[in-house]
């Protein structure tokens, strides 16, 4: 079983940045796709972006597009959400989760996903 535990949350302003971390531990993650979601108190979870461990493609939410990098560190088995340019609307918790899909569909659906983290809280204030 793949344990992920995600940090790297916090305070910033808008305009500055952040870079979240989600580290896997269990398994190695080939095949997978790891998906970065976030929830705002009061919303549904929502996608923000995703990964193919395997072969490297992306993808992301369009309200995020331009400015969150997502990438990985297999020596780290780690994904990592470089956030830059927050905005007070980006303030949620951040989960990251893992889809097992070997062919690299990246999936925005919150149920396609399993082995969710804990979460970190990312709060950006204007």
């Known amino acids: 079983q793949v344990q992920l535990v995600e940090s790297g949350g916090g305070l910033a302003q808008a305009g500055g940045s952040l870079r979240l971390s989600c580290a896997a531990s269990?398994?190695?993650?080939?095949?997978?796709?790891v998906g970065w979601f976030r929830q705002a108190p009061g919303k549904e979870r929502e996608f923000v972006a995703a990964v193919f461990w395997s072969g490297g493609n992306t993808r992301y939410a369009d309200s995020v597009k331009g400015r969150f990098t997502i990438s990985s560190d297999k020596a780290k088995n780690t994904v990592f959400l470089q956030m830059n340019n927050l905005k007070p609307e980006d303030t949620a918790i951040y989960y990251c989760?893992?889809?097992?899909?070997?062919?690299?569909?990246?999936?925005?659906?919150?149920?396609?996903?399993?082995?969710w983290g804990q979460g970190t809280q990312v709060t950006i204030s204007s």
């Open positions: 269990g398994r190695t993650l080939s095949g997978y796709v």
């Open positions: 989760a893992l889809d097992y899909s070997p062919l690299g569909r990246t999936s925005i659906t919150p149920s396609d996903y399993n082995n």
